[in-house]
């Protein structure tokens, strides 16, 4: 089990965050929540990172809101500072792993998704990334400037982060030469989640689940 602890943005800051650590020698994981908040599933999900060897930072990006109102949700959603939270947050949590010399990546579900393709074309320090069904504005983030290891995870069914946005996205980054490796599920948006039966598929999951972790693992160990 993991906890929460203070670190430090680039700013000079400091800001909270999950961690779970994978003990010394282990590579680090950035995991970026949902519009929910750094609730429970989020917590679960690193703890699950760490028992497969990767030490896992969940930035607190809400600075402690919840919500699991779908009108609030997308409230703090939209007062969020999508660059604020890449180039403070998102960095200092790199900054934080970064320190134990080992490699950084990334990964997000959702709302987080869409701050993992801005990690990946923003930040430097980090080694991999993988996106769980979120994709942002290209003016913010251009898919196409990725420029290491990048794996996504998109339902067919998702009327937020919708296949023809995932095509786009498959579209840019070819274009730029690169080889990112996308996996699409019939499913619903958010399928992961467990916590939230209407939409939560196990086998979809687990196979995604499953694939995240090898992957992580393959650009992460030294």
Same mark, same amino acid.
């Given at each position: 089990?993991?906890? @929460? ?5 680039? *700013?000079?800051?400091?800001? $909270?965050?999950? !961690? ?5 020698? $282990? #590579?680090?994981?950035?995991? +970026? ?14 703890? /699950?990172?760490?028992?497969?060897? !990767?030490?896992?930072?969940?930035? *607190? ?13 997308? %409230? !703090? @959603? ?18 934080? !792993? ?12 959702? @709302? ?9 074309? %923003? ?12 994709? #942002? ?10 420029? +290491? &290891? ?29 080889? #990112? *490796? =996308? %996996? %699409? ?11 939230? &039966? ?8 687990? =196979?995604?689940?499953? /694939? ?11």
């Amino acid at each position: 089990m993991g906890h @929460m602890i203070d670190f430090t943005r680039p *700013d000079g800051g400091k800001t $909270s965050g999950y !961690l779970a650590d994978a003990g010394a020698g $282990s #590579p680090g994981v950035i995991l +970026i929540q949902e519009w929910w908040g750094l609730n429970d599933h989020i917590k679960d999900l690193a703890d /699950r990172l760490a028992a497969a060897g !990767l030490t896992t930072l969940a930035p *607190d990006l809400y600075r402690g809101r919840l919500t699991t109102d779908a009108d609030e949700a997308n %409230h !703090l @959603m939209t007062g969020l500072d999508f660059g604020d939270a890449t180039q403070q947050d998102l960095r200092g949590a790199v900054d934080f !792993l970064a320190q134990r010399g080992q490699p950084v990546g990334v990964t997000g579900f959702c @709302m987080g998704g869409a701050l993992t393709v801005a990690a990946a074309v %923003h930040l430097q320090g980090i080694s991999a990334a993988v996106c769980f069904y979120g994709i #942002p504005p290209a003016e913010f983030a251009d898919p196409a400037q990725i420029r +290491i &290891p990048f794996q996504g995870h998109f339902a067919t069914q998702d009327g937020w982060c919708t296949p023809a946005a995932v095509a786009q996205l498959e579209s840019a980054m070819k274009a730029a030469g690169q080889s #990112p *490796d =996308l %996996h %699409h599920y019939e499913a619903d948006h958010a399928f992961v989640n467990k916590t939230r &039966p209407e939409v939560y598929n196990e086998a979809c999951a687990t =196979l995604a689940w499953n /694939r995240t972790v090898t992957f992580l693992q393959q650009y992460l160990h030294k």
